[in-house]
């Protein structure tokens, strides 16, 4: 299986300021790898695929870079809306595995 | 308006099974691998099972292989999870979620899941 290692696990930001979020993983999943928001109280939500393609109607002001065993997560410009638990998952090998998420705070 | 969405969760006794089901709308169901995903309350997300858009391929997570069961009905627009042998750490939220593709990558569409509390 492999091993998805997310840092920091809490990251405190302004609004306006950006962040930076780091996703390794145990053996190279090329560029199989996704991220995810997630709120409180709602399901998760497809930001990246192809460890840099946003899906649709994400906002430009999430980027995603990185291949085989280092991918970040950036957010330009922090929303008030953006702060939420991150998840990193790749899809290279079964089985799927996510990350232990990183929380973006005030 | 594509929509997924979950049924049959509950509280459960351990070592008892439960099926859970999840019924798709708004698009063509038999184009996309299905996928069921658990949230421990307050805790991460866990992938646990996906089945591609036939369900000619499947996949568990090694916490659950040997107990629970993935299967899909096309005809029905529907996904199901059999769940047996539960434990107690199979306390979770339960989602169902659509693959972008026919086969296993990325969620792109999500349920708001259902509850499994597993407890004497």
């Not at chain 1, 399901?43 to 291949?67: D, E, K, M, Q, W």
């Not at chain 2, 069921?36 to 997570?61: C, D, F, H, M, T």
């Not at chain 2, 069961?69 to 750490?89: C, G, P, V």
Request: hydrophobic content about 35%; glycine content about 10%.
């Amino acid at each position: 299986e492999i091993v998805m290692t997310q840092s920091p696990a809490t990251l405190s930001v302004s609004p306006g300021e950006r962040a930076s979020l780091s996703c390794r993983t145990s053996q190279t999943v090329t560029n199989n790898l996704a991220w995810y928001q997630q709120k409180p109280g709602q399901a998760p939500r497809l930001l990246i695929h192809g460890a840099s393609t946003r899906a649709t109607g994400v906002p430009a002001r999430f980027s995603g870079s990185g291949s085989g065993t280092d991918f970040t997560l950036t957010i330009s410009s922090l929303q008030s809306e953006d702060f939420a638990v991150y998840f990193c998952q790749q899809y290279h090998n079964w089985p799927l595995t996510f990350g232990g998420g990183t929380k973006v705070e005030i | 308006e594509v929509q997924v969405v979950e049924s049959g969760g509950g509280l459960v006794q351990p070592g008892r099974s439960l099926r859970l089901s999840c019924a798709a709308s708004g698009f063509t169901f038999d184009d996309y691998a299905m996928h069921w995903v658990r949230q421990a309350p307050g805790k991460g997300l866990e992938w646990i099972a996906g089945i591609n858009w036939i369900g000619g391929s499947v996949a568990y997570a090694d916490s659950v292989k040997g107990r629970f069961t993935i299967s899909r009905d096309n005809a029905k627009n529907s996904l199901f999870l059999q769940m047996n042998s539960l434990r107690l750490e199979d306390t979770a939220f339960y989602y169902c979620a659509r693959d972008r593709t026919a086969r296993m990558t990325a969620a792109d569409y999500w349920g708001q899941g259902t509850l499994v509390t597993v407890s004497s």
